[in-house]
């Protein structure tokens, strides 16, 4: 018995010992994970101490990976809130692999100098800051393939905005024209003796291709020696174009065609001002009273806010639907996010509410009225007006164009750029990061995540992780991979066809952006 007692003794005080170790240790790691947490924020991890995982060389190119992150289907609803933020940060903002896809916009051998001018093409661009600016770039190409002196474009003043702003303002004329001088001769105006001269004003057809340039409208020359294009944009193909036009048109749109020198600095200065709050997201909130004019959107709104903009959308004559349905519209994904739904969809995302979000937009319609849910969940918001003087941002206060630049700059050099909407200018700016490297920029699928807010406000779906499972698993493909432009919708005829396909500016692949091919030895390797 008394054996018994002192093997049983012994086994206690064994038992002890190590249970009193193992006190030990816990006490220590969580005494260690205290000091080694890094706030939100604060201190955030630099840019190049990201550790990128390369995707596989062996995936198609025609598909959009996501992130690692955005590939798991389920993530619990302590990894997305704020406390576990640290375990998220990285993946969250990390851009996705740009496949070693790089700049392929040098002509081809063929290629020769700007041949002899037959004649002067005058531009009248229409419509907002990017819808101009790709009209531009397509005007360059058309100029090249009709053998044209181009004359520098006169800018929309007819707009919903009234800007007065010429050329020079919003764009750096000498570089446009220096940069392009081995594709194009481009003159400031048109010579005095031609002022007076026989033209045609011409509306170009839309998304034509180059044998339409150069048979109808280069056998104008006989008879005209001014062409004049009544409107710019979506005036050539998206698609099936010769590769020299195609790389010519991104080296237009992305060499040549820079802001003037006044915007740049103050979008640089904004930029930098930005980032000492930490990386950011830059957010188009297309939020604007024209967009919900034109749109016909008006869920969350009054009936008093309704009935102006209906009235605005019936008072413009070139906008031709006026019947809308704004219920239908919402649910078929034709609407702008309202600012509570961009709110739910950062907050499902994993963002926290400290994250630095910067508000590209205009005078947002209804002002702070509609925008307390996002900023009490976000109180972070920051724009031009918050950022800057009102010193610094008089000379541009009453342009539009110069202040859509403003945003444009800001919006290309964010570390996530969202916009609540389709329009010209996510477009564009979507296009142009996918060109400098393919910056991460969520496309929101407004058509799915109506029904699912829908939902929250019915009470049959709560805010949390399953959610955000639907949410992140909706987005993993839509995150600005690398991936082949999209063609035409199957079924779609006539111009419809080419209404539906992606639009050149919106993903310059393949046309401008090649892939590196790699040749290995036995012990380096070389890009060829």
């Known amino acids: 018995m008394q054996k018994n ?27 260690l994970s205290v000091h080694v947490h890094v706030p939100d924020i604060v201190k955030h991890p630099k840019k190049h101490q990201f550790s990128y995982q ?31 933020w640290n375990w998220t940060w990285d993946n969250l903002w990390k851009p996705p692999s740009n496949r070693d896809y790089v700049h392929c916009v040098a002509p081809s051998s063929l290629y020769t100098s700007p041949p002899e001018s037959r004649g002067y093409l005058l531009v009248h661009t229409n419509g907002g800051l990017n819808q101009m600016r790709t009209g531009i770039c397509d005007m360059v190409a058309v100029a090249r393939i009709i053998n044209a002196t181009l004359v520098i474009p006169e800018l929309d003043k007819r707009s919903l905005w009234k800007d007065s702003s010429k050329f020079s303002d919003v764009f750096d004329e000498d570089h446009f024209i220096n940069s392009l001088a081995n594709d194009v001769r481009i003159v400031k105006k048109l010579p005095k003796e031609l002022a007076s001269a026989t033209k045609i004003v011409k509306h170009f057809r839309s998304w034509s291709g180059v044998d339409y340039y150069e048979k109808e409208i280069a056998s104008m020359w006989d008879e005209y020696q001014v062409i004049q294009a009544a409107k710019s944009d979506s005036r050539l193909a998206n698609n099936n174009l010769t590769p020299d036009v195609q790389k010519l048109r991104c080296r237009a749109c992305y060499q040549a065609l820079r802001f003037a020198p006044p915007i740049e600095v103050m979008g640089k200065l904004l930029v930098d001002r930005m980032r000492s709050y930490g990386p950011y997201i830059a957010l188009h909130l297309r939020y604007e009273k024209d967009m919900l004019a034109f749109s016909g959107c008006t869920h969350d709104l009054s009936s008093e806010e309704a009935k102006e903009l209906r009235e605005i959308r019936e008072s413009i004559p070139w906008w031709k639907v006026k019947d809308i349905d704004s219920v239908q519209q919402r649910v078929k994904g034709y609407c702008p996010l309202t600012p509570r739904e961009v709110a739910l969809f950062l907050s499902a995302l994993g963002f926290p509410s400290s994250t630095p979000i910067y508000i590209a937009a205009g005078e947002l319609y209804g002002g702070d009225s509609h925008m307390s849910d996002l900023q009490s969940r976000y109180p972070s918001l920051l724009n031009k007006e918050k950022l800057a003087s009102d010193e610094e941002l008089e000379p541009f206060r009453k342009h ?33 990061r996918r060109f400098l490297g393919h910056r991460k920029t969520i496309s929101p699928d407004r058509k799915a995540l109506v029904q699912l807010f829908d939902k929250i406000d019915l009470g049959t779906m709560k805010e949390g992780a399953k959610l955000s499972t639907r949410v992140i698993d909706i987005h993993r493909g839509r995150q600005g991979s690398p991936r082949k432009r999209n063609g035409p919708i199957s079924g779609t005829k006539g111009m419809d066809r080419f209404r539906s396909e992606e639009a050149f500016y919106v993903n310059p692949l393949p046309d401008c952006l090649c892939q590196k091919e790699y040749s290995y030895t036995n012990d380096s390797h070389s890009i060829v």
């Open 5 to 31: 007692r002192r093997k049983w003794k012994r086994k206690l005080l064994i038992l002890r010992k190590l249970l009193t170790c193992a006190f030990g240790v816990i006490a220590f790691v969580a005494l």
């Open 54 to 84: 390369r995707l596989s060389r062996e995936r198609s190119w025609t598909q959009e990976f996501a992130p690692p992150h955005l590939l798991k289907a389920h993530i619990t609803a302590s990894k997305l809130d704020g406390a576990s």
């Open 400 to 432: 539009a164009s110069q202040l859509a630049a403003i945003d444009y700059i800001v919006s290309v050099e964010s570390d996530i750029f969202i916009p609540s909407y389709s329009g010209n200018m996510a477009r564009t700016v979507e296009g142009h």
